[in-house]
């Protein structure tokens, strides 16, 4: 290691910032918010420093910086563009012991500033000791993709039980391993869920040592195809599942990304489901849960599009379960955006609809006339079999042959195909091409603009 890292108290203390411009306001602005003491010398700042003055205070000398403006000062930033100047701070700072910065050379520096990912007060600090910056940066991008928005509150709720569990926990050790319990808990994710009062109670409990842990269920949309789809919250529950309940359109690459030593159940048998296996499958939920498994049940793009979601937590609730829904992205937006249509636009579409096309006995009942309006998008999820029929009962109502049309099979996918045409020909164009489900049809002018914004090769 290079250099210690540690976290400086600056409240209060005075703290010298040579240099007026964007990037010394960069700095002043991280000491504002560490409440720092500022003292800005340069001949010229920037607006945003001057507002910043202006909003937290601190003293400002419209001049070059002098040996004298280290008196008193406990820290020191460098960020002027005059290189002699900034020599002659760092310099001036090392004879008395100051720590100094000089914002990107590192040669005159005896501290460097990390990049930081703030979730105040959890704060990860990284630092390539001054070796690449942008590295650096990439490192931040990646920690502020991992640590949840909401571990603020957590660890204000940790750190309001400490004192309690000190008292209650005489050992180290002990404590330690209580803790550890506790982020293995549902607490950490019912405070991410906004559930705080809950999560206290939770907290409460294991301190009390009272029986095994809950169980809970995780009705979560896996998005339609492509990984990178998850949601932000999708991925850390597959990684803290000891269950996962998993469909029929959920892809080979997500379950990849649940946690390897989780349990998998396929349970999906796509449209034609028998309600019995729905019922089989409210059972082995409820069953998990009660067991005290964190249960993960994942279905393709959206839990509440098509998707039964509803059902299942009809059951969840009544059983008195507790549980969390993550919304995914659905198979409509997943591949209208990967086959370049947008499904409304101020020129040819200002509403779309989404539809079944799944027939029943052979049949598709919707309300025909109502489906052909003008400037109006549709779309049919689970209608590869049906498409004939929703394209003639279309055209029998009114809907003009030439409009245009696509099915998107496999969206999103390396496997993505798209057919277009028009609701006269899509059908065989779509046969001709081979398409297999799960595919999806969009209908409308929107349609036609594929040609000029098609960007995804599947
Ligand atoms: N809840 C899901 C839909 C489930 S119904 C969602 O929100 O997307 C199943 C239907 O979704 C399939 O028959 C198909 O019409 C559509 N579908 C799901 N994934 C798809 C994909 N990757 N490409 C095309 N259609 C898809």
């Not at 990107?104 to 630092?127: E, G, H, K, N, W």
Request: with cysteine; net charge negative.
């Amino acid at each position: 290691m290079e250099a210690l890292p540690v976290f400086l108290n600056v409240q209060g203390v005075r703290c010298l910032v040579a240099g007026g411009g964007e990037v010394a306001f960069r700095k002043a602005r991280l000491l504002t918010r560490a409440g720092a003491n500022l003292h800005i010398v340069a001949p010229r700042a920037c607006d945003r420093m001057l507002a910043l003055l202006q909003e937290h205070g601190g003293h400002f000398d419209r001049r070059e910086v002098l040996e004298m403006d280290l008196e008193g000062a406990q820290l020191v930033i460098a960020a002027t563009d005059d290189i002699q100047a900034n020599e002659n701070v760092s310099q001036w700072a090392r004879s008395r012991n100051i720590p100094v910065n000089v914002v990107d050379q590192p040669a005159l520096c005896t501290f460097y500033m990390p990049a930081i990912v703030d979730r105040s007060p959890v704060v990860v600090a990284i630092s390539s000791s001054g070796t690449s910056p942008v590295l650096t940066r990439s490192l931040k991008e990646m920690n502020e993709v991992m640590i949840p928005a909401g571990i603020d509150r957590l660890a204000g709720l940790l750190g309001s039980m400490r004192g309690e569990v000190k008292k209650r926990i005489a050992d180290f050790a002990g404590r330690t391993a209580f803790w550890e319990n506790v982020l293995d808990s549902e607490v950490p994710e019912l405070v991410y869920a906004g559930r705080e009062e809950e999560a206290r109670a939770a907290l409460g409990r294991l301190l009390d040592g009272a029986g095994p842990r809950t169980g809970e269920v995780w009705l979560v949309g896996a998005g339609p195809g492509d990984p990178d789809l998850l949601t932000l919250r999708a991925l850390r529950l597959m990684y803290r599942a000891d269950v996962v309940l998993y469909d029929r359109l959920v892809s080979e690459e997500i379950l990849a990304r649940i946690r390897p030593d989780a349990e998998l159940i396929h349970v999906g048998k796509g449209p034609e489901m028998h309600s019995m296996d729905q019922f089989a499958i409210n059972d082995m939920l409820i069953r998990y849960a009660r067991e005290g498994h964190k249960v993960l049940r994942l279905k393709g793009g959206d839990p509440f599009i098509f998707g039964r979601g509803g059902e299942e937590l009809t059951t969840l609730a009544e059983s008195g379960i507790n549980f969390q829904i993550v919304p995914g992205i659905t198979a409509a937006s997943g591949c209208a955006a990967y086959a370049g249509i947008p499904l409304t636009h101020r020129d040819h579409a200002h509403s779309v609809q989404f539809l079944t096309g799944h027939l029943k006995d052979d049949v598709l009942d919707l309300d025909w006339p109502a489906l052909v309006r003008p400037q109006h998008t549709l779309v049919f999820y689970m209608g590869l079999k049906s498409l004939p029929i929703v394209c003639e009962q279309l055209r029998k109502h009114g809907m003009p042959s030439e409009t245009p049309a696509a099915v998107v099979s496999q969206g999103t996918t390396r496997q993505q195909q798209v057919a277009a045409g028009n609701i006269e020909n899509l059908s065989g164009i779509a046969e001709r091409a081979g398409i297999k489900a799960p595919a999806i049809t969009i209908i409308g002018e929107v349609v036609s603009l594929r040609d000029s914004f098609a960007w995804f090769e599947g």
